[in-house]
């Protein structure tokens, strides 16, 4: 059984920074591949980036290349997602997941860029 919980998320104008972080309990950790969504209202919850469980390999969703970057730090048990030129269509709850099978997620961080 692993726990997620988010924290990091917060207003922001267009074009400000925020870093996500995931904190998961358990002793597993190092053996999940994590990755980050999120969902805006009205929409499906969608792919944001994922990261392989010893974080060399990373991959993205087209809309966030370039600007969010996926890391973790196995020892602390933990996962970030580095977030740069937010855009007003970055705005949704984010939530960090395991990718091995999808039977965890955290409860959610809100993100919300103003224009």
């Known amino acids: 059984q692993v726990q997620l919980v988010e924290s990091g998320g917060g207003l922001v104008q267009a074009g400000d920074s925020l870093r996500l972080s995931c904190a998961a309990s358990?002793?597993?950790?190092?053996?999940?591949?994590m990755g980050w969504f999120r969902q805006a209202p009205g929409k499906e919850r969608e792919f944001v980036a994922a990261?392989?469980?010893?974080?060399?390999?990373?991959n993205y969703a087209d809309s966030v290349k370039g600007r969010f970057t996926i890391s973790r730090d196995n020892a602390k048990n933990t996962v970030a997602l580095q977030m740069n030129s937010l855009k007003p269509e970055d705005t949704a709850m984010y939530y960090c997941?395991?990718?091995?099978?999808?039977?965890?997620w955290g409860q959610g961080t809100q993100v919300t860029v103003s224009s």
């Open positions: 997941a395991d990718t091995g099978g999808y039977n965890f």
């Open positions: 990261i392989s469980r010893s974080g060399g390999v990373t």
């Open positions: 358990g002793r597993s950790f190092s053996r999940i591949p």
